[in-house]
């Protein structure tokens, strides 16, 4: 088994939709989770950090539950510029962090 | 903010050589940085974790004597793949831990052909 896995998708949806991605991780011990976005090509870049009683920045809210290790990430109101490819991060000692493959979202105009 | 440089951002080598990419912290001072390899469709994978004045610990599986990691201060780190060979050619990213929450910030990656 995967220590993170993601549906790799393609997620294809209408700008302007709300769209969620799941995510789940093996290591019951893991104590920090992140969702990282990476454009094409390119570096991966930190979008947020995920709590246990659940975050929001903006359009973004992420949910954890521990008790079922997943970690999800919601979406509002989705713009062009969100079509990229969401990496679900979890650490599994203080700093090193494992990576989930990746769901691929396309938003449609 | 934290800024991660990587140098070169891509490199196209002959079988055989070797090359040597380069991490900066360029605003703050990193005492360990980490070295990822991202084939195509794949997640990143840690290779390394570089730290300043020491010898880089690597994970199952990478030959440290092909990926040699030198970490000679606390704002350069490099990674030389050795005698190259296609099978190398992947997207080589490094990052570098800023802050007291141990946050990862990434370079933008060096993109490596081995034809």
């Known amino acids: 088994r995967k220590e993170v896995e993601q549906d790799p998708g393609p997620f294809n949806v209408p700008e302007g939709a709300t769209v969620a991605f799941n995510c789940t991780y093996s290591n019951s011990a893991s104590q920090s989770f992140f969702w990282y976005r990476q454009d094409c090509r390119k570096e991966p870049k930190l979008l947020m950090s995920v709590y246990s009683s659940g975050n929001e920045d903006g359009r973004f809210t992420a949910q954890l539950n521990r008790a079922s290790q997943y970690i999800s990430l919601l979406i509002r109101d989705s713009k062009l510029s969100d079509s990229a490819t969401y990496l679900c991060v979890v650490n599994r000692d203080p700093e090193k962090l494992t990576f989930g493959t990746g769901t691929r979202l396309t938003i449609i105009p | 903010g934290a800024v991660v440089s990587q140098h070169p951002s891509w490199v196209i080598c002959k079988s055989g050589t070797s090359v040597k990419i380069e991490c900066r912290s360029l605003d703050f001072q990193a005492t360990t940085m980490f070295w990822y390899r991202q084939f195509p469709k794949q997640s990143l994978m840690l290779m390394a974790t570089s730290n300043e004045g020491s010898k880089a610990t690597y994970e199952q599986g990478v030959e440290k004597d092909k990926f040699l990691i030198n970490h000679a201060s606390l704002t350069l780190s490099t990674l030389t793949v050795t005698s190259a060979h296609p099978e190398d050619s992947s997207f080589y990213i490094c990052?570098?831990?800023?802050?007291?929450?141990?946050?990862?910030?990434f370079g933008p990656g060096t993109r490596l052909t081995v034809l």
């Open positions: 990052s570098a831990v800023w802050g007291g929450l141990g946050t990862q910030y």
